[in-house]
Structure formats: C-alpha cells, structure tokens
C-alpha cells in the first residue's frame, strides 16, 4: 500500500465560455503534474467552461462542447496522471454542475454537486439539478471525496464521502471574494474535518468574471483543523502537494502558508484584478476616463495605471467655468504622477451651443438641475466619442454611496462600460487613496509613492455644477450617509434601525427615499467590482417600481 500521494493543484485564472483556451491551460498543468510524478492533478468548479456561467451553461451546444472537451482531454492523457476537472454533465434531462474523475483515457466518475448555492451572486438553483449524495474515487488505492464547493459548506455531503471510505477531501471552488471571506472559508473547512477526520484540501479558482473576482487562497487542513500549506490570495500557481500515510491515516505534509494581506490590500488587488481581467478578457487594451481634479475620478485613474499600466490610461480634463483652479491643478498632478496621457478639453461652447438649442424650449424657464445635468451629459458624449475613435474602454467613477443614492447623471457621469470603486463608500475611497499612496506591491504597473496629492484627499467633495457647489449641500456628510446606508444595504436593516443607533429619523428616510428612487439608474449602471456581500448587481436586487416604504 502506498504510503505518499502526490496532488498537483491548480488555482488558475479561466475565462468563461473560452472552452478551447481553458483546456490548453488544463493541458500545461497535465504535463507539470507528470513530470513532477503527480497521482492526481486537480482543477477547480466548473474550469473547463469558466465560472459563472449563469444561463450560458444552459445552452446545449455549450454544455456539450464542455463535456466533450473534457473527455477529449481524459482520452490525450491516457498515459499521464489521473485528474479531476469542473464542468457540466447531462443526464437525461437534468443538468449537473459535477466534477470529472478521468483516468486511462475515460471518465470513470463524477461527483455531482448536491448543495446548490441560490443567494447573493449565485443562481445554481436556476439552472442545475441537485445531484444525489455519493461516494469516493478511487485513484490507485486511495479513495478520495469531493464535496463541490457549497457541498463543504454543509455537513451532509463530506459525512457521507467519510462513511463511504474517503480518505481525505479535494474540495473544488469557484468562491468569489468579499470582504472577511476567508475567515468564512476557514470556519466552514475546519467545521468538517472534525466532523468527518480527514484532510481536507480546498482548491480555489483565481481572476476576475463580470463584477466578482476569485481570490484563489487555496489551503489544506490536517486533522484538528491545523493548516498544512495557504497558496497566495489572487495568483495564479500551481502547487505539488504531498500527503503521507500513517497509523492514524493521511496527513498532508507541510508547505508553504502564503502571506494573508490586510482588507485593504485585498480590495485594491481585487479593483486592480477584476479591471485587467474585464479588460482582457473582453479585449480592451486601453481605457480612458473624465479626471475631475476630485477623490473618485483620482482613484480610479489609479486603479486603471496599476491593472493595465501608465500607458494604456487616457485621463480627460473636461473643465466647465464651474471648475476650480484647484480641480485643474490636481487633475493634471495626478495625471503626471501616474504617467498617464492627459488631455484637456473644454466644454463651454458645446455648453453654450446646447443652450443656445434649448432656449426657445426653456423660455420663462429658470435654471436648476436640468443645466447641472447638461454638463454632465456633455462631459459623457464627449468622452464616448474618444472612446469610440479611440477603442478605448470608458471608465465610470461613482463610489458607492454616490450608487446607492443616484448622485450621479445617466447618460452623463454614469456612461462608461466598468466601475472599480462600485461597491467602496466614499469614506473608504479616503483611506483606500492613502492606503495606495503608501503601499506599493509587484502587481501594480503604476508607480510608486504619492500619486494621489493629498489636496485630492482633504478638500471638500464637489461636482462642481454649479457655484461654490459641495456634495454636502445635497447629501449627509458622507460619515453619516455611509453609515445610514451600510444600515439599510449592507445589513438590511430599517429606518428605526437607523434611529436606534444614533441618526436621525429625517436622515434615515431621506436616504432610504433617495435609495429606492434611484433604482432604475443602478439598473442600467456600469458592472463594477464586488468587493462585499450586498453589492449594487447580483447581491441586491430590487424592482424597479416599488412604492412600499419603511414607516417603522
């Protein structure tokens, strides 16, 4: 009986729907796992078709091209390693998310996920079946379970892997990040290895899909629940890890426990992450954006120099005669500090030619938030007009307090294909920007040091529509409005919530009107990266008309 089992681990970055390019990266990894004398390679949930599918995976030319890519691969590597990969099965008439055993040149298992995830961004109940609880593979003469992601996070499918003779257990994920979430992944793995008593190893995918981005982390726990190895958060690696048999049964052999970064590290690598991923995945090489001298545009152009580097960012100044000396001056200081292309483009006489247009319409008319607008929807036009001559992706930069309660213009600031900071408050983009300006890492393409000044972060926030304009004539100081909404969004809370902790009741229901009117702008917002549990996309999801109310 042998008594060491070698597992080649890949935490890898596919991309959804590339069913040819993820089997070529599936075949590298093949190869390394032979050569390096591997019993079994392991891949992630769903890799041959990338994760998340949503309806995609429904459609049957796609399901089955998955399902014969694998099993063309099975058939290629008759002669190497055995493995097991994500992807699709069919029978009958049920759909599967399952996890294929190949080996001597067939499939001769699959574990069918059982648990299917239907909260926040996940709607497995949509367009899967739930598969039956089954048993362990056989890899030579070891049995090995895998509970497919949610399946780990309830105790019923790695107990019955535990009865039916599993060995250990390789738990394939595609688990997205948010906030706090490897804490989350550690409780529910440590909960079933003294559950069950068996290694468990948790395999996780990397890189950016839509709006979510998967951090990889991928770790093994020894019986009691202490860690053997922690693979980097958000790199793509492979790892060889080696478990031995003892008296007492397998344990994995220690290895390498990679760095945990802080929260806020792991919100701009997850900013920065999901940026070049929807940018290269999509096929953009380049993005351009408004630089308003302001916090929001200033952190975004940041983010952008760091995922695609310096050279690939066009940061536009589109001053009005609203427009501060100050906002002129710290547009183009980050610009420069950034390396970025600057350029400068007045927009007085479109202005001025658009109101000429209206006048007759306008007449006995006074001004108000319809002119404020206008500038804003030129700024837009003129920005979709570069990015169109220029094949350069727009970038939208409204924070999500600014999100939540519709402080932006569509059609105007809100036009543009991504938003980074889409799920950050505005009082998190202050610290992010200092954060930023006093950590530089080796997966940032943007220089380092002060690249944002600190005049960006300690003036006043303004859209500079109007005259001495602040964001604080319209809205709470972003202290209180953040906190009313973390309230309301983040926790689902109620306006008497809001009360009990301090705010006012006039504030509470303002911001809770402002939240629910401003719902058809989130609708037909730009996707922006996840980075908490209740994000404005897939974690929230509300009608449009709704005319119910918290009176509480």
Excluded at 190 to 213: C, F, H, K, S, W
Excluded at 304 to 325: F, H, I, Q, W
Excluded at 394 to 406: C, D, H, Q, Y
Aim: charged share 25%; with cysteine; proline share 5%.
């Amino acid at each position: 009986m042998a008594d060491r089992f070698r597992i080649t681990l890949a935490q890898l970055n596919p991309v959804v729907g590339d069913i040819e390019g993820n089997a070529a990266k599936a075949r590298e990894v093949l190869e390394a796992g032979r050569a390096a004398g591997a019993d079994l390679v392991a891949f992630t949930e769903m890799f041959i078709t990338g994760y998340n599918t949503q309806d995609l995976v429904e459609k049957p030319a796609f399901h089955q091209a998955a399902i014969a890519a694998i099993e063309a691969l099975a058939e290629e590597h008759a002669d190497g390693p055995a493995f097991v990969i994500g992807g699709p099965w069919i029978e009958g008439a049920s759909l599967y998310n399952a996890y294929h055993f190949c080996r001597g040149g067939k499939v001769v298992h699959r574990s069918l996920k059982h648990n299917l995830p239907n909260e926040t961004v996940f709607d497995e109940v949509r367009v899967f079946d739930s598969g039956p609880l089954g048993g362990p593979y056989a890899v030579g003469n070891t049995r090995v379970g895998s509970p497919v992601c949610e399946d780990a996070w309830h105790p019923e499918v790695a107990e019955t892997l535990e009865e039916s003779g599993a060995e250990f257990l390789l738990v394939p994920n595609g688990s997205p990040y948010y906030r706090g979430k490897m804490d989350t992944r550690f409780n529910h793995m440590v909960a079933r290895v003294v559950e069950t008593g068996l290694p468990l190893i948790y395999l996780n995918m990397v890189g950016g899909q839509d709006d979510q981005v998967f951090d990889g982390g991928s770790f093994g726990l020894n019986p009691g629940g202490e860690m053997a190895f922690h693979m980097p958060v958000f790199d793509a690696c492979v790892e060889h890890v080696d478990l031995e048999r003892g008296e007492t049964g397998w344990r994995i052999c220690p290895g390498e426990r990679a760095h945990m970064p802080d929260d806020w590290e792991q919100d701009y690598r997850a900013m920065v992450q999901s940026l070049r991923d929807y940018c290269g995945k999509t096929g953009f090489g380049k993005v351009l954006l408004g630089l308003s001298g302001g916090i929001d545009s200033a952190i975004v152009a940041t983010i952008a120099a760091d995922a695609l580097g310096p050279e690939n960012v066009r940061c536009v100044m589109l001053p009005s005669e609203y427009t501060s000396e100050h906002s002129l001056e710290d547009a183009r200081a980050v610009a420069e500090a950034l390396g970025c292309r600057y350029d400068f483009v007045p927009i007085s006489a479109g202005r001025q030619a658009i109101t000429e247009t209206l006048a007759p319409l306008f007449e006995g008319t006074k001004p108000d938030v319809t002119e404020e607008n206008i500038q804003s929807r030129l700024r837009g036009l003129l920005l979709m007009a570069l990015s169109n001559k220029f094949g350069e992706m727009l970038l939208t930069t409204g924070n999500k307090s600014e999100v939540a309660v519709g402080y932006a213009t569509i059609y105007g600031d809100m036009a543009g294909g991504y938003n980074p900071i889409k799920d950050l408050y505005k009082t998190r983009v202050f610290e992010q920007c200092r954060w930023r300006n006093a950590n530089h890492r080796d997966w940032m393409m943007g220089p380092e040091g002060e690249v944002i000044p600190d005049r960006v972060i300690s003036k006043p926030p303004s859209a500079e529509l109007r005259a001495d304009q602040k964001d604080s004539d319209s809205l709470p100081d972003y202290p209180v409005l953040d906190a009313i909404l973390n309230i309301l969004v983040d926790l689902d809370g109620s306006v008497a919530d809001c009360v009990a902790a301090g705010f006012s009741r006039e504030d509470a229901k303002r911001v809770e009107h402002l939240l629910f009117i401003s719902e058809y702008k989130r609708f037909q917002s730009a996707p922006g990266t996840r980075l908490t549990k209740r994000a404005f996309w897939l974690d929230r999801r509300y009608p449009i008309v709704n005319r119910w109310r918290d009176n509480g």
